[in-house]
């Protein structure tokens, strides 16, 4: 697999396994970040509802208690009987009236179980006793169980049939000085209205309610779920908090929370929070214990709607979009300053390899890859430059080799191989110019083992020296003089015809016998003579001069003898 194959499979993995991981960090961050900002504002939420509703009734509780504190009705309490008590019940009672936010208020006297109620619109002005509570009939029974139980405070969210009103109640217990229980005072103040105002808060994703300290749901924008006159049902049908949920674990989760806000004995501003699923959607809710009413508020934060996920798609689409722009940059980067110089680097070395030193163009970026690739540059200039020092020095030494081996070392003559090729040149020669004639001439130097006996071995080699110069002496300078071998030396003539050839000849004897008579060493030569014939092959030639010289030796040696290709004499010495 190719290296760009490689990095590009690389680059493409790392994209994935970042994208991946990006995703799976992404998924945890944003529901880390709504969870611990859904805590918060779960946090903020509660208190603030609680304030909310805390700041709506703390006049109205303050007033009813005032009112059940007050002497006049206390006493008149005691001696319901009493007409001028009574009467001074009412006054007080009516200017109660004109202060509570409802602008009613009733009054239940314990053992004459009468109750006492005007509205706003002075309704019953002058006949402000309603009607006996009478322990039997259901509807009456939050009164009896509210003595009862002795709680000198409760709210009660309870429909009162006899008026035909449904109200939110504020019950306190009236104490005589003996602290013993002599009535009921309050006030109401209108449910619908009342949840408008605290509950049916135009904030979409937050639901707020609130339950009883037996949790019970008293305020909720649904009122089929208000669990209305609570307090006279027994445990297990009440309409509890818990009906809102469908999972089991939620249920027991919200019921817990109020647990522990209980066992903490209502420490004023601790709130409770945990996920729950509401309708099939991720909720939280946050849970405070209201100790002024008894009462827990619930916040339920829908987080898909108040903090959907995807307000953070943009930064994920940001992220990735870099994260594509740095892979390609990455890509680009590695392909110019790594792919591209080593692919160009690859194919120079190929060419090396296959013996060219002309490189193509070398990426170099300024980096490793860009030196190698000088370096080898460099590298490859200097290999071309010894190889052609080396080729030329081959050449120059074959060249060198080649003419020794057709030279004679002893006399710097040509050889016996260049004679050859000479012969064989002239004969090529001949042909291509109409066989235009040329000679051959063959000599032997008379009684040389003589010599060599006589004088010796180097002195022998002298008179081969000697002889090689005077021969070449003898000869016009486009002849080829040469040492066949031994004693014996071969001249190639051309061009050459019969006259020439007999000149030559003769003069080359001539010279020999003349010359080395001065040297001391007088020396002759016996000389047969060929001049070849059209057609005439190497072997003819030869055999024809030699046989000319072996003549002249059987005739008494030191002479010359020219043969033509009939065997004839040309020119008898
Ligand atoms: N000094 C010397 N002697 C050589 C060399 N090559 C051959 N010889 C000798 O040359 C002699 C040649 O003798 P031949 O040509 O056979 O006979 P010759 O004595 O010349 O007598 P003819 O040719 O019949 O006149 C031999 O004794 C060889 O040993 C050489 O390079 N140097």
Redesign the pocket.
């Known amino acids: 697999m190719s290296l760009k194959t490689r990095l590009l499979g690389l680059a493409a993995a790392l994209m994935i396994i970042a994208s991946v991981a990006s995703w799976l960090a992404y998924r945890e961050l944003s529901e880390d970040i709504i969870e611990r900002w859904g805590q918060q504002v779960a946090e903020i939420q509660v208190r603030y509802d609680s304030a909310r509703l805390l700041q709506s009734l703390e006049r109205e509780i303050g007033l009813a208690r005032q009112m059940a504190d007050s002497s006049t009705l206390v006493n008149w309490a005691t001696s319901p009987e009493d007409k001028a008590l009574q009467r001074d019940a009412i006054r007080e009672m009516e200017s109660f009236r004109s202060n509570f936010r409802d602008n009613s208020y009733f009054v239940a006297l314990r053992d004459s179980r009468r109750y006492y109620y005007n509205n706003a619109d002075n309704e019953f002005a002058d006949d402000q006793f309603r009607y006996i509570l009478d322990p039997d009939k259901p509807e009456d029974a939050w009164f009896f169980q509210l003595i009862e139980e002795g709680r000198n405070f409760h709210l009660n969210v309870n429909p009162d049939t006899e008026l035909g009103v449904t109200k939110l109640w504020i019950d306190v217990l009236m104490r005589d000085e003996e602290d013993r229980i002599v009535g009921m005072v309050g006030t109401g103040l209108d449910l619908d209205a009342f949840l408008q105002d605290i509950v049916d808060i135009d904030q979409e994703g937050i639901t707020t309610l609130f339950v009883d300290y037996n949790g019970a749901i008293q305020l909720y924008r649904d009122r089929n779920y208000i669990d209305f006159a609570s307090i006279i049902k027994p445990e297990g049908q009440k309409s509890t908090v818990d009906l809102l949920f469908d999972n089991p674990e939620d249920k027991q989760k919200v019921l817990g929370m109020l647990q522990l806000l209980k066992n903490r004995g209502g420490t004023t501003g601790a709130v409770e929070s945990s996920f729950v699923t509401v309708d099939g959607r991720k909720h939280l809710a946050g849970v405070a214990f209201l100790p002024a009413i008894g009462w827990f508020e619930i916040t339920l934060l829908d987080l898909e709607t108040l903090l959907p996920r995807s307000y953070l798609w943009p930064l994920v689409a940001v992220f990735l979009t870099s994260l594509l722009i740095t892979l390609i940059l990455f890509h680009l980067i590695i392909r110019s300053r790594i792919l591209k110089p080593l692919v160009s680097l690859e194919s120079a070395v190929e060419k090396v390899r296959g013996g060219s030193f002309a490189l193509p163009h070398l990426e170099k970026p300024d980096n490793e890859i860009g030196r190698l690739a000088s370096h080898f540059e460099t590298m490859t200039d200097t290999l071309a430059h010894s190889t052609r020092e080396l080729e030329r020095k081959v050449a120059q030494r074959t060249d060198e080799l080649n003419r020794l081996a057709r030279i004679d070392a002893?006399t710097g003559l040509k050889n016996r191989r260049g004679l050859d090729e000479a012969l064989d040149e002239e004969i090529q020669r001949a042909k291509r110019q109409n066989n235009t004639g040329f000679g051959l001439i063959w000599l032997?130097?008379?009684?040389?083992?003589?010599i060599?006996?006589e004088l010796g071995?180097?002195?022998?080699?002298d008179?081969?020296c000697r002889v090689a110069l005077w021969l070449k002496a003898g000869v016009r300078p486009y002849d080829h003089p040469g040492r066949w071998?031994?004693?014996?030396f071969v001249v190639v003539l051309s061009p050459c015809d019969e006259d020439t050839l007999c000149q030559i000849a003769a003069r080359i004897r001539e010279t020999i016998e003349r010359d080395s008579i001065r040297t001391g060493t007088p020396v002759t030569v016996?000389v047969g003579g060929y001049l070849c014939q059209p057609g005439d092959d190497v072997d003819t030639i030869l055999r024809q001069a030699d046989q000319a010289l072996y003549r002249v030796?059987q005739q008494g040696?030191n002479k010359v003898l020219i043969t033509d290709g009939s065997g004839q004499e040309i020119n008898p010495a």
């Open positions: 002893l032997d130097i008379d009684h040389f083992k003589a060599n006996d071995h180097q002195a022998g080699d008179i081969l071998g031994g004693d014996e016996s030796k040696r």
